[in-house]
């Protein structure tokens, strides 16, 4: 009995084990952040209320958008309409890889409030030999985030802990008072 008990473990040990890369959301060896300038924000927000719209804008900050990688309207629209840019240094980019986005079991334990609408203000695209591989759109207000990776079947329920939300806060306003 003991012995079966001790091959369905092994079994499911070593089937659980992947490799990091094969857990990892995004293969990438560089990673360019972008962060909404704050009068940006403010100018949106009252055109909205105006009732001018700058549907892909919004389309950028409020939903799922892009719904694939190569999307050169998503990529003109955030390299020349009010963000800033960032390429992040190797060792934040080692962070990224070691200890943000991979698989893993989180007891999140913490709850963001997901019923607040998200406003993607900070945006990271990551790349692979110069060829995009993904893109992650994080709400910091809320916890909500949209991934998209040209990797099929990544999990990421678990991702956003508090821990990892409040790193990537670090993280970004970091780069955002270098700017100043």
């Not at 804008?57 to 799922?64: D, G, H, R, V």
């Not at 190569?70 to 390299?79: A, E, G, L, P, R």
């Not at 990271?124 to 990797?151: P, T």
Request: contains cysteine; hydrophobic residues 35%.
């Amino acid at each position: 009995m003991i012995k079966r008990y001790s091959i369905v473990l092994l079994l499911f040990l070593i089937l659980s084990c992947k490799s990091k890369e094969e857990k990892m959301f995004f293969d990438f060896d560089s990673v360019e952040y972008y962060s909404l300038y704050k009068n940006k924000e403010k100018e949106i927000i009252e055109n909205n209320r105006k009732g001018i719209k700058d549907s892909i804008l919004n389309n950028i900050l409020y939903s799922e958008f892009p719904d694939k990688l190569d999307n050169d309207v998503f990529y003109k629209t955030i390299n020349s309409k009010g963000f800033s840019k960032f390429q992040l240094s190797q060792k934040d980019i080692e962070y990224l890889k070691n200890d943000v986005f991979l698989e893993k079991l989180s007891l999140k334990g913490f709850e963001f409030n997901k019923a607040c609408a998200p406003e993607y203000r900070d945006i990271l695209v990551f790349k692979k030999n110069n060829q995009i591989s993904g893109i992650a759109k994080i709400c910091l207000s809320c916890g909500q985030f949209y991934l998209i990776s040209s990797k099929k079947g990544i999990q990421t329920e678990d991702f956003g802990s508090e821990k990892e939300y409040k790193s990537l806060a670090e993280l970004f306003n970091t780069y955002k008072k270098a700017q100043n």
